[in-house]
């Protein structure tokens, strides 16, 4: 068996004290029991007995302690890990929203140019409307509402995208926030319920 490091001890000795209930008290309390014990072979077996059942009981509530605050710090480990991955899953929704502000923005744009290009098409239509009626000016003109129709039908879906891409990153910003509160909720949660643990297990 290898040469037991610092760490080690610190950790076992952690492990021991538990809570902070008085385990390691107990421990130092339990091996000046078993030595006095050792060292006492004048008491009665019935005394001798007593006081074997007094240090079963007392590693007992040692082990006991023990084995709760491994399963405490096992839990919190995979807390730790639970929350690793919320705030992973958080940063890659805000890189999504980033990415839809930035093609939202990219959609503002090209609905501004079909503004401006319809505009231009009104002013040159006007303009066109006051020359004498011609076949060819009349086919000029149906062709030109046909293609201002289809501006306004992309100018249409362009809006209609841009409103929902606005929706769906209020909701996300809200969940987001909601998310954050949550978590704040469960850390003041946590540490509410250590400091309500504490006074239980001193009373043991």
């Given at each position: 068996m290898g040469a037991v490091t610092d760490d080690e001890v610190i950790?076992?000795?952690l492990l021991i004290d538990?809570?902070?209930?008085?385990?390691?008290?107990?421990?130092?309390?339990?091996?000046?029991?078993?030595?006095?014990?050792?060292?006492?072979?004048?008491?009665?077996?019935?005394?001798?007995?007593?006081?074997?059942?007094?240090?079963?009981?007392?590693?007992?509530?040692?082990?006991f302690s023990m084995g709760k605050t491994l399963m405490v710090y096992d839990m919190n480990l995979r807390e730790m890990e639970n929350y690793e991955k919320i705030y992973a899953n958080i940063e890659q929704n805000i890189t999504s929203a980033h990415e839809k502000i930035t093609e939202c923005k990219k959609e503002i744009l090209r609905?501004?140019?079909?503004?401006?290009?319809?505009?231009e098409y009104d002013a040159l239509a006007k303009v066109i409307q006051q020359h004498?009626?011609?076949?060819?000016?009349?086919?000029?003109?149906?062709?030109?509402?046909?293609?201002?129709q289809q501006l306004?039908?992309?100018?249409?879906?362009?809006?209609?995208?841009l409103e929902l891409?606005?929706?769906?990153?209020?909701?996300?910003l809200t969940t987001?926030?909601?998310?954050?509160?949550?978590?704040e909720n469960d850390e003041k949660s946590?540490?509410?319920?250590?400091?309500?643990?504490?006074?239980?297990?001193?009373?043991?």
């Open positions: 950790r076992k000795r538990g809570d902070g209930a008085g385990d390691d008290r107990r421990i130092n309390l339990l091996l000046k029991s078993f030595t006095k014990w050792c060292n006492s072979p004048s008491g009665t077996l019935e005394e001798g007995f007593t006081q074997y059942q007094r240090m079963v009981a007392t590693l007992a509530q040692c082990e609905a501004k140019r079909i503004r401006k290009n319809r505009q004498p009626d011609r076949h060819e000016t009349l086919q000029q003109l149906e062709a030109l509402d046909k293609e201002l306004s039908h992309i100018k249409e879906n362009v809006d209609a995208k891409r606005k929706k769906q990153f209020h909701v996300l987001i926030q909601e998310l954050q509160q949550t978590l946590d540490s509410d319920d250590h400091s309500q643990e504490s006074p239980m297990e001193n009373g043991d």
